[in-house]
């Protein structure tokens, strides 16, 4: 039964955006936090970002001033939002929250 369903991810140049969305609204919790993790080729998972019910917010150095995580209560969806990518946040991002993941979303930063 998938609970967290992701999508968003895609192609972008250097410099652009994309928006990924994780949508727990077939699920049979409200979200109250969410994580994002990401892992690139050949590496190990890592953490970029967390948000908890109460809007507090908490980012990697490595995307901090870039992206932006949020949580849309109506819709039962957090949405990660990046900006000024760059060819290393080139990885397939996942959401996680309450135990559960989802599928993954392949985010490809390259001109």
């Known amino acids: 039964q998938v609970q967290l369903v992701e999508s968003g991810g895609g192609l972008v140049q250097p410099g652009g955006s994309l928006r990924l969305s994780c949508d727990a609204s077939?699920?049979?919790?409200?979200?109250?936090?969410m994580g994002w993790y990401r892992q690139a080729p050949g590496k190990q998972r890592e953490w970029v970002a967390f948000?908890?019910?109460?809007?507090?917010?908490n980012y990697a150095d490595s995307v901090k001033g870039r992206f932006t995580v949020s949580i849309d209560n109506a819709k039962n969806t957090a949405y990660l939002q990046m900006n000024s990518l760059k060819p290393e946040d080139t990885a397939v991002y996942y959401c996680?929250?309450?135990?559960?993941w989802g599928q993954g979303t392949q985010v490809t930063v390259s001109s």
């Open positions: 948000i908890d019910g109460g809007d507090s917010t």
């Open positions: 996680t929250s309450k135990g559960l």
């Open positions: 077939r699920s049979v919790f409200s979200i109250t936090a």
